[in-house]
Every structure is written in C-alpha cells, then in structure tokens.
C-alpha cells in the first residue's frame, strides 16, 4: 500500500507542480524500476510546470511559432505583400482543428490545450511544426516535451498501482 499511496502523491504533485522528491524516494525504496522513474526525476525537486504555466511561457512565443512556419512566397505582388503586412497587426489562428497541419493553426492548438491542461495534445501539436517554427521556440519545446514524458510516465505508474491493487493478495 506504501508503493500504491506514493504513486497516488507523486501524480497529484506533478499535476499541481509541487515537488515530489520525497515520493520519489519511496518509489525507488519499494524497487521501482529507475528506468519507470527517469522522466518524473527533472521534476521532482522544484515540481514540474502546469499546464497554465506552460500557457503562459508559450503565450509571447506563439506569433514568432507562427510566422516561422509560415511558407514564403517566391514573388510577392503588391496584394501579398499587403496582406502580409496586415498579417503582421492582426493575428487569428485556429483552435481546436486537430487535423489542421499550417504553423499558425498548430501555435493556436498548443496555447488551447496547455490553457486546457493537456500537455500530450500540446506536445503532439509542438511536434507536428516545421523545424523552422521549433528553433523560434527556443528551450520551450524542450520543457514541454520534458512534462509529456513525466506525464505519462505518472499514467504508467497509475496503471500499475491500480493493476496491483486488482491482484489477490497470498
């Protein structure tokens, strides 16, 4: 039960961004596998970002996502390069398009599903912009996908507690 209630604690403390150093130390007690706890450790002493955190560090960072992904014309008439300009004062991306592949629909999925909480989604969106779009980002990519890997590294651990608890004790 020690294994199962230090699971239950290190999750909640990842999901709130609260340290969970010490759960850590009682997973690794009860022979937790290293290689189960790796993505959790980043995290453990100072806690992990939320997803609103995240949201927030993203926030200035979309546009300069956007614009970096965005193809260039080989020749610009005069309504492009209006329209370009305006680009450049007016910003509308799309959310909650899914399917959607352009780098200022994907910037626009990132904020929404970090605003939303959902770190997976946001990293699957970070991932699916051009490279251009991932240097312009910067060391976020990085953090984001370093929170996706504890993240799910938590539902692992969930599973088997849960699994552990169905089993019928000798």
């Known amino acids: 039960a020690r294994k199962e209630e230090a699971y239950v604690q ?3 403390a990842l999901g709130a961004g609260r340290p969970y150093a010490s759960e850590l130390a009682t997973l690794e007690s009860v022979g937790v596998k290293a290689d189960a ?4 450790k980043p995290f453990a002493e100072k806690g992990a970002p939320t997803g609103a955190q995240l949201a927030e ?3 200035p ?4 996502v956007a614009v970096a992904g965005a193809p260039k014309p080989a020749d ?3 309504g492009d390069r209006l329209l370009s300009a305006a680009g450049r004062i007016v910003k ?3 959310i909650g398009d899914a399917t959607a592949t352009d780098a200022t629909s994907l910037a626009g999925r990132i904020e ?3 605003q939303r909480g959902d770190v ?7 991932a699916a912009l051009p490279q251009a779009s991932r240097v312009a980002a910067g060391g976020f990519g990085d953090k984001l996908g370093a929170r996706a890997r504890a993240d799910e590294a938590a539902r692992a651990l969930s599973r088997d507690a849960y699994a552990s608890l169905a089993q019928p004790k000798n």
């Open 57 to 59: 560090e993203f926030a």
């Open 37 to 40: 706890l790796a993505p959790l």
């Open 76 to 78: 610009s008439s005069f």
């Open 92 to 94: 509308v991306r799309k």
């Open 120 to 126: 997976a989604d946001a990293m699957k969106a970070f």
């Open 10 to 12: 290190a999750a909640r």
């Open 61 to 64: 960072l979309a546009d300069a």
């Open 112 to 114: 929404d599903s970090l």
